[in-house]
């Protein structure tokens, strides 16, 4: 049982560049998210999804986009990369509403 | 707009002794709250949670408190032990779906 993975771990980007980070997770869970971590800030929600198919937005979601075509798997992109979207990205999945997220290693992303 | 606060970023604790990790909020309609426990390098792993029907919840060495009125939660671990040393984060949430985290407590437990 894997549990959350993310690919990739590490990635440098230029500003303008695009890249889509893939989530997936092995625990048939209905629920996948998508938060960015930076100093001081704590955990924030960008996108997030309560099932294969649906996607809707979070507390930062702008700049990015996500998409949800199979239950295990949540993608989030970035279309044109900004220096401020360089963070700490994870990904976390859960049974359904009200019960813990299980979270994934992480990825930072750097964009210069 | 920060919606959960951990005004404490870092505390150290002798092991064998009580850590008290502070968590405040301000949306007085959540009623679910989680913390999480996350090491360098590792994603956050859930560790206890309670919801607003209760005032306390316990698992082994890590009991959190909830004070509604207060719109403060604590998480207590007794007897502190090295392994726990590590990153401490509080969440909340009012449907279960999306979850507000505060900026996280650094624990140090010394040997």
């Known amino acids: 049982n894997a549990g959350v993975t993310q690919t990739p771990k590490f990635r440098v980007l230029k500003t303008g560049q695009s890249m889509t980070l893939l989530c997936a997770q092995d625990m048939n869970h209905e629920y996948m998210y998508w938060y960015r971590q930076d100093p001081g800030m704590g955990l924030r929600l960008i996108h997030y999804s309560v099932g294969e198919g649906t996607t809707a937005k979070g507390e930062v979601p702008d700049g990015y986009n996500v998409s949800r075509l199979k239950k295990q798997n949540f993608l989030l992109g970035l279309e044109s990369a900004a220096p401020s979207q360089t963070s700490v990205y994870f990904c976390?999945?859960?049974?359904?509403?009200?019960?813990?997220?299980?979270f994934g290693p992480g990825t930072r992303l750097t964009v210069t | 707009d920060q919606q959960v606060k951990q005004n404490s970023p870092s505390l150290s604790v002798q092991e064998g002794r009580i850590s008290i990790l502070n968590c405040d909020y301000t949306?007085?309609?959540?009623?679910?709250f989680l913390w999480y426990k996350k090491y360098p390098a590792e994603g956050p792993t859930f560790l206890i949670s309670?919801?607003?029907?209760?005032d306390k919840n316990e698992d082994g060495r890590f009991t959190v408190f909830l004070n509604k009125s207060a719109k403060h939660l604590s998480l207590h671990i007794v007897p502190s032990q090295p392994g726990d040393s590590a990153v401490y984060f509080c969440?909340?949430?009012?449907?279960?779906?999306?979850?507000?985290f505060g900026t996280g407590t650094s624990l140090t437990v010394i040997p």
């Open positions: 976390a999945s859960s049974y359904r509403d009200g019960y813990e997220q299980y």
């Open positions: 969440a909340a949430s009012n449907t279960g779906n999306q979850f507000y």
């Open positions: 309670i919801s607003s029907i209760k």
């Open positions: 949306n007085s309609m959540f009623d679910y």
